[in-house]
């Protein structure tokens, strides 16, 4: 509430208005983690990539106990992976295998320990048969965003996902997490016929309105 009526005391005292698409490509944080990408373009498509980004899945054990953790992005094999209650794993460590075939909690062929395959799923051995267990995966994911009415798309930690420490928009060039501008959120507000586009008072003491 405290950086909301920042902004508002601003917009008394600078009340300059500029066309939507003067805005540049920009990315901030909000102080509780928030990630606002602001391109300008309203209600449009925006491709994040989160390159060091932990995501918890519930991984289902098969009937012969093998945990077939999936990769964040098909392409990618995962940088980590930490089985709830299990010591961490390296996938670039593992050995490369084929899954063998399950059939009545057999077996065809028994692995001598986890392994990866070829399509960057990591095979975890020994598991408990037809048991769920929370698996971090650590590693590159593509997610898919929308801008608002205002041109801004805004991402969120949750239970399941961390942002991370490094992501990249539409392809760019990295972006540390750490290093972006901590600052209120930009607020979009309906007025008349135009959507308004509130960003909070500057360092150099100038405020974005748009």
Same mark, same amino acid.
């Given at each position: 509430?405290?950086?909301?009526?920042?902004?508002?005391?601003?917009?008394?005292?600078?009340?300059?208005? /500029?066309?939507?698409?003067?805005?540049?490509?920009?990315?901030?944080?909000?102080?509780?983690?928030?990630?606002?990408?602001?391109?300008?373009?309203?209600?449009?498509?925006?491709?994040?990539?989160?390159?060091?980004?932990?995501?918890?899945?519930?991984?289902?054990?098969?009937?012969?106990?093998?945990?077939?953790?999936?990769?964040?992005? /098909?392409?990618?094999?995962?940088?980590?992976?930490?089985?709830?209650?299990?010591?961490?794993?390296?996938?670039?460590?593992?050995?490369?295998? /084929?899954?063998?075939?399950?059939?009545?909690?057999?077996?065809?062929?028994?692995?001598?320990?986890?392994?990866?395959?070829?399509?960057?799923?990591?095979?975890?051995?020994?598991?408990?048969?037809?048991?769920?267990?929370?698996?971090?995966?650590?590693?590159?994911?593509?997610?898919?965003?929308?801008?608002?009415?205002?041109?801004? /798309?805004?991402?969120?930690?949750?239970?399941?996902?961390?942002?991370?420490?490094?992501?990249?928009?539409?392809?760019?060039?990295?972006?540390?997490?750490?290093?972006?501008?901590?600052?209120?959120?930009?607020?979009?507000?309906?007025?008349?016929?135009?959507?308004?586009?509130?960003?909070?008072?500057?360092?150099?003491?100038?405020?974005?309105?748009?």
């Amino acid at each position: 509430m405290k950086a909301f009526n920042l902004i508002l005391s601003s917009l008394a005292i600078f009340g300059a208005i /500029a066309p939507l698409s003067a805005i540049a490509e920009t990315i901030t944080k909000d102080p509780d983690g928030r990630v606002y990408v602001r391109t300008g373009t309203p209600r449009t498509p925006v491709s994040i990539d989160f390159n060091s980004s932990p995501v918890t899945r519930r991984v289902l054990a098969n009937e012969c106990g093998l945990l077939i953790v999936r990769p964040l992005t /098909a392409t990618e094999l995962p940088q980590l992976i930490v089985p709830s209650g299990s010591p961490s794993i390296l996938p670039d460590s593992l050995p490369v295998s /084929a899954i063998p075939t399950c059939t009545n909690g057999v077996l065809s062929i028994t692995p001598t320990g986890s392994f990866r395959t070829t399509n960057n799923s990591v095979v975890i051995v020994g598991a408990q048969p037809n048991l769920a267990i929370d698996v971090s995966i650590t590693g590159k994911r593509t997610r898919e965003f929308t801008t608002n009415a205002c041109g801004v /798309a805004r991402v969120v930690n949750s239970a399941s996902f961390n942002i991370g420490g490094v992501l990249k928009v539409q392809g760019g060039s990295d972006t540390l997490v750490n290093g972006l501008s901590t600052e209120a959120p930009p607020i979009c507000r309906r007025v008349g016929e135009q959507n308004i586009l509130y960003l909070p008072k500057t360092n150099s003491g100038q405020q974005g309105v748009t």
